[in-house]
Protein backbone atom coordinates (compact mmCIF):
# COMPACT_ATOMS: atom_id res chain seq x y z
CA UNK A 1 0.00 0.00 0.00
CA UNK A 2 1.16 3.78 -0.98
CA UNK A 3 1.16 6.91 1.30
CA UNK A 4 -1.23 8.09 -1.15
CA UNK A 5 -3.59 5.44 -0.27
CA UNK A 6 -3.59 6.74 3.32
CA UNK A 7 -4.72 10.18 2.38
CA UNK A 8 -7.90 12.25 2.63
CA UNK A 9 -8.08 14.51 -0.61
CA UNK A 10 -9.19 18.05 -0.21
CA UNK A 11 -12.05 18.43 -2.30
CA UNK A 12 -13.20 15.20 -2.29
CA UNK A 13 -16.76 16.00 -1.10
CA UNK A 14 -19.64 15.01 -3.40
CA UNK A 15 -19.85 16.95 -6.37
CA UNK A 16 -21.24 20.22 -6.58
CA UNK A 17 -23.50 21.56 -8.94
CA UNK A 18 -22.23 23.44 -11.51
CA UNK A 19 -23.85 26.56 -10.72
CA UNK A 20 -22.71 26.64 -6.63
CA UNK A 21 -19.05 25.21 -7.89
CA UNK A 22 -18.91 28.28 -9.86
CA UNK A 23 -20.23 30.40 -7.51
CA UNK A 24 -17.36 28.98 -5.09
CA UNK A 25 -14.80 29.43 -7.19
CA UNK A 26 -15.53 33.20 -7.31
CA UNK A 27 -15.83 33.87 -3.98
CA UNK A 28 -12.61 32.48 -3.29
CA UNK A 29 -10.73 33.77 -5.95
CA UNK A 30 -12.56 37.70 -4.79
CA UNK A 31 -11.28 36.66 -1.39
CA UNK A 32 -8.07 35.37 -2.96
CA UNK A 33 -7.02 38.95 -4.09
CA UNK A 34 -8.45 40.84 -1.40
CA UNK A 35 -5.74 38.76 0.75
CA UNK A 36 -2.75 39.98 -1.88
CA UNK A 37 -4.02 43.07 -2.32
CA UNK A 38 -4.60 44.79 1.40
CA UNK A 39 -3.59 41.57 3.76
CA UNK A 40 -5.84 39.25 5.26
CA UNK A 41 -6.90 41.22 8.42
CA UNK A 42 -8.59 43.39 5.87
CA UNK A 43 -11.13 41.00 4.27
CA UNK A 44 -14.44 41.45 5.59
CA UNK A 45 -17.03 39.38 4.05
CA UNK A 46 -18.71 42.30 3.26
CA UNK A 47 -15.57 43.25 1.36
CA UNK A 48 -15.94 39.64 -0.93
CA UNK A 49 -19.31 40.13 -1.65
CA UNK A 50 -18.31 43.55 -3.16
CA UNK A 51 -15.46 42.03 -4.93
CA UNK A 52 -17.29 39.39 -6.16
CA UNK A 53 -20.32 41.22 -7.28
CA UNK A 54 -22.96 39.42 -4.99
CA UNK A 55 -24.84 40.22 -2.20
CA UNK A 56 -23.38 39.79 1.66
CA UNK A 57 -25.97 37.04 2.35
CA UNK A 58 -24.31 34.62 -0.23
CA UNK A 59 -21.12 34.87 1.15
CA UNK A 60 -22.85 34.01 4.71
CA UNK A 61 -24.76 31.59 3.14
CA UNK A 62 -21.88 29.71 1.68
CA UNK A 63 -19.37 30.49 4.10
CA UNK A 64 -21.16 30.56 7.37
CA UNK A 65 -18.24 33.03 8.66
CA UNK A 66 -14.95 35.05 8.04
CA UNK A 67 -13.26 32.13 10.10
CA UNK A 68 -15.39 29.45 7.40
CA UNK A 69 -14.38 31.69 4.19
CA UNK A 70 -10.90 31.67 5.46
CA UNK A 71 -10.85 28.26 6.02
CA UNK A 72 -11.88 27.34 2.47
CA UNK A 73 -9.70 29.74 1.30
CA UNK A 74 -7.24 27.80 2.62
CA UNK A 75 -7.81 24.38 1.92
CA UNK A 76 -8.18 26.24 -1.91
CA UNK A 77 -4.27 27.12 -1.33
CA UNK A 78 -3.40 23.94 -0.36
CA UNK A 79 -4.79 22.15 -3.24
CA UNK A 80 -1.72 23.02 -5.62
CA UNK A 81 0.71 21.33 -2.82
CA UNK A 82 -1.75 18.04 -2.42
CA UNK A 83 -1.02 17.31 -6.00
CA UNK A 84 2.46 17.49 -6.00
CA UNK A 85 3.38 15.77 -3.00
CA UNK A 86 0.99 12.85 -3.91
CA UNK A 87 1.34 12.73 -7.92
CA UNK A 88 4.33 15.00 -8.62
CA UNK A 89 7.54 14.16 -9.14
CA UNK A 90 10.31 13.64 -6.57
CA UNK A 91 12.21 14.49 -4.13
CA UNK A 92 8.17 15.69 -3.19
CA UNK A 93 6.29 13.39 -5.27
CA UNK A 94 6.30 9.71 -4.89
CA UNK A 95 9.33 8.28 -6.02
CA UNK A 96 12.35 9.29 -3.41
CA UNK A 97 13.27 8.28 -0.06
CA UNK A 98 10.75 9.01 2.81
CA UNK A 99 13.55 11.45 4.38
CA UNK A 100 13.72 13.11 1.74
CA UNK A 101 10.34 13.35 0.56
CA UNK A 102 9.93 14.40 3.94
CA UNK A 103 12.83 17.38 4.06
CA UNK A 104 10.86 18.23 0.55
CA UNK A 105 7.45 19.15 2.02
CA UNK A 106 9.08 20.96 4.33
CA UNK A 107 10.81 23.15 2.28
CA UNK A 108 7.52 23.24 -0.03
CA UNK A 109 5.32 24.34 3.00
CA UNK A 110 8.05 27.08 3.96
CA UNK A 111 7.73 28.44 0.24
CA UNK A 112 3.60 28.02 0.62
CA UNK A 113 3.68 30.32 3.64
CA UNK A 114 5.92 32.93 1.47
CA UNK A 115 2.97 33.38 -1.02
CA UNK A 116 0.00 32.54 0.78
CA UNK A 117 1.30 33.48 4.63
CA UNK A 118 -1.41 35.69 5.05
CA UNK A 119 -4.33 33.83 4.26
CA UNK A 120 -2.79 30.90 6.62
CA UNK A 121 -1.42 33.08 9.59
CA UNK A 122 -5.56 34.08 9.27
CA UNK A 123 -6.98 30.60 9.37
CA UNK A 124 -4.71 29.63 12.21
CA UNK A 125 -5.60 32.35 14.02
CA UNK A 126 -9.39 31.19 14.24
CA UNK A 127 -9.38 29.00 17.33
CA UNK A 128 -12.22 26.75 15.86
CA UNK A 129 -10.52 26.22 12.72
CA UNK A 130 -6.99 26.25 13.48
CA UNK A 131 -6.54 22.42 14.01
CA UNK A 132 -9.95 21.32 12.11
CA UNK A 133 -9.06 22.21 8.62
CA UNK A 134 -8.73 19.46 6.41
CA UNK A 135 -4.86 20.53 4.97
CA UNK A 136 -3.68 19.58 8.23
CA UNK A 137 -5.31 16.47 8.54
CA UNK A 138 -4.01 15.73 5.00
CA UNK A 139 -0.30 17.09 5.67
CA UNK A 140 -0.47 14.91 9.22
CA UNK A 141 -1.30 11.80 6.96
CA UNK A 142 1.24 12.46 4.81
CA UNK A 143 4.19 13.03 7.87
CA UNK A 144 2.91 10.18 9.61
CA UNK A 145 2.97 7.62 6.08
CA UNK A 146 6.95 9.25 5.17
CA UNK A 147 7.85 8.80 8.92
CA UNK A 148 6.57 4.76 8.92
CA UNK A 149 8.23 4.45 5.55
CA UNK A 150 11.29 5.78 7.38
CA UNK A 151 11.37 3.40 10.07
CA UNK A 152 10.50 5.46 12.61
CA UNK A 153 8.40 4.12 15.81
CA UNK A 154 6.94 5.34 18.23
CA UNK A 155 3.78 7.57 18.66
CA UNK A 156 3.82 8.48 14.83
CA UNK A 157 0.56 10.81 15.27
CA UNK A 158 2.03 12.83 18.00
CA UNK A 159 5.86 13.05 15.89
CA UNK A 160 3.84 14.22 13.12
CA UNK A 161 1.98 17.11 14.84
CA UNK A 162 5.67 18.05 17.04
CA UNK A 163 7.29 17.97 13.35
CA UNK A 164 4.50 20.44 11.56
CA UNK A 165 4.92 22.35 14.35
CA UNK A 166 8.07 24.71 13.13
CA UNK A 167 5.77 24.93 9.38
CA UNK A 168 3.04 27.09 11.05
CA UNK A 169 2.53 30.23 9.08
CA UNK A 170 1.98 32.79 12.13
CA UNK A 171 6.11 30.83 13.28
CA UNK A 172 7.23 30.91 9.80
CA UNK A 173 6.35 34.72 9.16
CA UNK A 174 7.64 35.52 12.43
CA UNK A 175 10.73 34.24 11.54
CA UNK A 176 10.59 36.08 8.13
CA UNK A 177 9.52 39.51 9.09
CA UNK A 178 10.49 40.18 12.91
CA UNK A 179 13.57 37.96 13.05
CA UNK A 180 14.72 38.02 9.03
CA UNK A 181 15.15 34.76 8.73
CA UNK A 182 15.76 34.01 4.85
CA UNK A 183 13.20 31.19 3.96
CA UNK A 184 16.76 28.83 2.71
CA UNK A 185 17.26 29.06 6.47
CA UNK A 186 14.58 28.09 7.53
CA UNK A 187 14.39 24.68 5.42
CA UNK A 188 17.64 24.49 6.41
CA UNK A 189 16.37 24.20 10.11
CA UNK A 190 13.92 21.91 9.08
CA UNK A 191 16.34 19.67 7.39
CA UNK A 192 17.95 19.27 10.00
CA UNK A 193 15.17 18.66 12.82
CA UNK A 194 14.34 15.65 10.15
CA UNK A 195 17.38 13.92 9.78
CA UNK A 196 17.75 14.12 13.71
CA UNK A 197 14.17 12.43 14.58
CA UNK A 198 14.68 9.82 11.90
CA UNK A 199 17.99 8.64 12.68
CA UNK A 200 16.96 5.23 13.55
Do not use: Y
Amino acid sequence: MTSETLLPQLGADPPERGDAARNRRLLLDAAARLVAERGADAVTMDAVACEAGVGKGTVFRRFGSRSGLMQSLLDHTEKDLQQRFMFGPPPLGPGADPVDRLIAFGRARIELVEVQGEVQRAAETSPEVRFAVPARAVSIAHVISLLRAAGVDGDLDLLACSLLAPLEASLVLHQMRDLGMSPGRIGDGWEDLVRRVTRC
